[in-house]
């Protein structure tokens, strides 16, 4: 069972980012802030889940939270800052959205760049430990996956619609045939060897 806060009184938002490893696509991140008393028998790392139950459970955060944001940053900008700091700015451009201002922040992961002056608490798998990080997973991967199957319908040969931009054997095969579009990140290995 996940943990619902990291401490009982301050106002805490969850961030969390999805696409970090994709070839093409932005990064995207969520920052989320339940209720303290918020309990979820479902919700977990958004990779844990089925397709089906990140809907149903997207539809739940964003009806249920004190307030959520969902931020990207685009494929043209990762190329330029380089995967890491875009992951960092994307949970930025979250919090800025945030209609409540969060007192500790919890960080998936490792590493963050300090936001305004709050708090944070880098914690790793943080997404499989807290309600609001494993709720910010859910909100980042659900509106990536939706980006990419938009993107998949205009761009077909590279299996987006199943692989979300991740260097699966059947994008490379298409990177190969086809060569790249306009949304993949050019700073990235999209074929390695070449």
């Not at 969520?30 to 028998?41: Q, R, S």
């Not at 949970?91 to 969060?102: V, W």
């Not at 761009?155 to 699966?168: K, R």
């Amino acid at each position: 069972m996940l943990q619902s806060s990291f401490t009982p009184d301050l106002i805490e938002a969850g961030c969390d980012e999805a696409g970090r490893g994709c070839l093409a696509g932005p990064v995207v991140a969520a920052a989320v802030i339940l209720p303290k008393t918020f309990t979820h028998e479902l919700l977990n790392d958004s990779k844990q889940l089925s397709k089906e139950q990140r809907v149903i459970l997207q539809a739940e955060i964003k009806r249920d939270a004190l307030a959520w944001a969902v931020a990207e940053v685009s494929h043209t900008e990762i190329d330029e800052i380089n995967i890491l700091n875009a992951s960092f700015l994307a949970m930025h451009r979250a919090l800025d959205q945030l209609a409540i201002c969060p007192e500790l922040l919890l960080i998936d992961g490792n590493r963050f760049n300090p936001y305004r002056n709050i708090n944070f608490k880098c914690i790793i798998k943080g997404d499989a430990t807290y309600l609001s990080i494993a709720a910010a997973s859910v909100l980042a991967k659900t509106h990536r996956d939706e980006q990419m199957e938009k993107l998949a319908v205009q761009f077909p040969d590279y299996g987006w619609a199943t692989n979300m931009g991740y260097p699966t054997g059947q994008h490379r095969e298409g990177i190969k045939k086809f060569g790249v579009t306009p949304y993949h990140r050019k700073s990235f290995n999209l074929l390695p060897g070449n």
